[in-house]
């Protein structure tokens, strides 16, 4: 099998990977992106109805508190609007009942990107060279070799059905699923890989959903689309519309854990019965109803992201390293960042520290 050889290959389609790719390009550096799956974005996934984007990712950001999404963002000519929260919240008890209660205004305020997250990686993407993207192509193996890391696409049990010889590898995945499903020779250390696979992969025990209608009811009540629930499947709720005009959505999070999200069909339809308790009958009637579980997704979630995460953890490197393999393989994602870690501030960070630490 022939071994292809690239300077800089970058492991990892999400938005820490492209946009480690797109400042390579900036320097006119040569570079791969593998992604295991079909597509680019990793967990930005952005379905489109009738030219709306739904977010079944990650759907805001923060820009007086992420200065580089927001520096990002207008440098690309993308634009954002306001997260919908004008009117009343609802709070549904654990016996069923709804309740009208003033709404939870975040704090700071909460942004959502025209075109859903997606058009973020989209624009990003403009600048990469096409061939430089090659889709499913699971990284299985990573050999340290004296010319440079082998890598190995393929199976662990097959022998692999492409390789590439590289100078640099930034590593842009989950360090949990990094460990978990690549196999380093030498093997890396007990403390290092240990540190890789106690890091929790942020969304991985996660299953979102949307449902989109021609019209907003809920704000013709008087609600905000804001609820927060201790009954049946759906935990947190919010206003997830177009920005000033249809279609308009509810979306959130499914509140129960993953080992019980087994049955989609009968899931949709408890789902779909609660809005319609909380936000009244054609609640029950979206146009069109997304829905992605996170931990059925084998190239985000491991057997370790199966219980939920109770709060937002403290991200870092991996056992405080950047790097391995004298400087080789530099991490990258969110999940490695030093700060906001978890969020798409986070893999923006990581991914410049890897290209900076790459070519000092």
Known sequence: MPTETVDTMIIGGGLSGIYAAYLLSQRNKSFVIL??????GGRILSPEHQGFFSDLGPSWYWPTIHPKMAHLIQALGLKGYRQFEAGMGCFQSSNGTVQTVSGYPMEPLSWRLSGGMMALITKLC??????????????????????????????????PWARFSANKIILALPPRLAAATILFSPDLSHNLTQAMLKIGTWMAGQAKFCALYEKPFWRQMGLSGQAFSQHGPLGEIHDGSNHSQGPYGLTGFVGIPAVQRNHQQPLTEA????????????????????????????????????????????????????????????????????????YLEGALISAERAVMNHWQ
Not at 35 to 40: N, S
Not at 131 to 159: D, M, Q, S, T, Y
């Open 35 to 40: 992604e295991a799956r079909g597509r680019i």
């Open 126 to 159: 403009e600048d990469i060279p096409e061939n430089a993207i090659r889709l499913n192509h699971p990284v299985c193996k990573i050999e340290k070799k004296f010319a440079g890391p082998l890598v190995n696409v393929g199976e662990l049990e097959k022998e």
């Open 271 to 342: 789902i779909l019965s609660q809005l319609a308790i909380i936000y009244s009958k054609p609640a029950a009637q979206p146009e069109t109803f997304f829905y992605q579980d996170w931990a059925r997704e084998r190239f985000t979630a491991t057997q370790f992201d199966q219980p939920p995460m109770s709060e937002h953890p403290l991200y870092h490197p991996p056992a405080g390293q950047t790097s391995i393999w004298d400087g080789a393989i530099h991490f990258a994602g969110t999940e490695t960042a030093d700060q906001h870690g978890g």
